[in-house]
């Protein structure tokens, strides 16, 4: 139950020294909260920093215990390329081996049957140009690759050729082509039967026997193919010693494997045990930085309940207290200040009195 006032001076006095006290209290509370959120922000820079760090260590670890082991899986995995290099080297000089061994006979025996061509066309005196391929394509074919270049050689000479001529002419007509076809045609045609004629009539028997040895030649080439493309499919390769090599081979991929082995167990110790003790002792050196910090926030978070709860208190007070009498409007140190002059001049017999005269002037007049 409010309490009539009978000392409107002690009244304001008490009223302003409360507000007084408020503002006071209210700006020491701004402050506080200033001041808390900037070490809060001080705080979670300084873990922020702290997390950071054990992230920027652990990668850099990590990346450490990567790149070594990889250096030496690198290393490893050139040990087993060179190991493979050699054996098959190896395998390639013992089939190299094997093939003329296997086929010296074959390849002897063609020596024998060149020498024997060379021999008899020299003894009888055969132009060196009927010893050809080509000559031989052309008068003695036998075989796909004989016929085929004297198939080209005939699609040259006989069209070709003469359609080439044609098209070259700047004025091209149609008795043009047939002159061009018709001197082609005595042309090569008649060193092609020219050539033959008296190179068959004159080494009959000697061309003849050539075009035998070269059936030989090409049968025992045939006979080296095959012997070749068997040995390079066969799959026993017991008989070209390559057992060290194999060995070799072994040991570098045992070798790669245990490395990758151990790489996993790095990894794995890495992830669950190492970086558990980093992290912990780059906390544990910012530990007492981040306590004190957080100590301190405490602290300010502490005052700074407290004074607001009192601040809460002063204003239910003042409210209670002065609030019925003279409004939130007059709930001011200047203002109850003049209210008080008003009084203690005599202007005013009491508070509401000198309310009015401060809202029609009064005070402020006298004042002045």
């Given amino acids: 139950m409010e309490q009539a006032i009978t000392d409107y001076v002690k009244f304001l006095a008490d009223a302003r020294d409360a507000v007084y006290r408020l503002n006071n209290d209210q700006a020491t509370a701004k402050q506080l909260k200033e001041q808390g959120e900037r070490q809060e922000k001080e705080l979670a820079a300084a873990k922020k920093a702290v997390t950071d760090s054990v992230n920027q260590t652990i990668k850099k670890r990590r990346s450490e215990i990567d790149t070594s082991y990889d250096k030496e899986i690198a290393k490893g995995q050139e ?22 061994e296997e086929t010296s006979e074959l390849r002897e025996h063609n020596r024998d049957l060149q020498i ?94 050539g075009r035998e040895i070269r059936n030989l030649l090409s049968s025992n080439e045939k006979k080296i193919k095959v012997i070749v493309h068997s040995i390079e499919k066969d799959g026993n390769e017991d008989i070209y010693d390559l057992e060290k090599y194999d060995d070799e081979i072994a040991c570098a991929q045992q070798e790669l494997s245990d490395i990758a082995a151990k790489k996993k167990d790095a990894i794995s110790s890495f992830e669950n045990v190492t970086r558990n003790i980093i992290a912990d002792e780059i906390e544990g050196n910012h530990r007492a930085e981040i306590e004190e910090k957080e100590q301190k ?18 204003n239910i007070h003042i409210t209670d207290t002065f609030g019925p009498y003279l409004g939130k409007e007059y709930l001011n140190t200047d203002k109850l200040l003049g209210l008080s002059k008003l009084i203690q001049s005599g202007t005013a017999s009491n508070i509401t009195e000198a309310i009015e005269m401060d809202k029609n002037g009064v005070g402020k007049t006298e004042t002045n």
């Fill in 116 to 209: 024997q061509m060379k021999t008899m066309f020299q003894k009888d005196k055969v132009p060196v140009f009927c010893r050809t391929t080509f000559y031989y394509s052309l008068y003695y074919a036998r075989g796909l690759k004989e016929r085929l270049i004297g198939f080209i050689t005939f699609l040259i000479c006989f069209l070709a050729l003469p359609c080439g001529v044609y098209f070259l002419l700047p004025d091209r007509k149609i008795w043009y082509l047939v002159l061009v076809y018709f001197a082609d045609i005595i042309i090569f045609g008649g060193l092609y039967v020219t050539i033959g004629n008296r190179s068959r009539s004159r080494y009959h028997d000697a061309l003849k026997q």
């Fill in 79 to 100: 040990r087993l390329k060179k190991a493979r290099t050699q054996r098959e080297k190896a395998k390639n000089k013992g089939m190299k081996e094997r093939i003329a």
């Fill in 297 to 314: 926030l405490q602290e300010v978070n502490d005052s700074l309940a407290q004074l607001e709860s009192s601040i809460r208190q002063q």
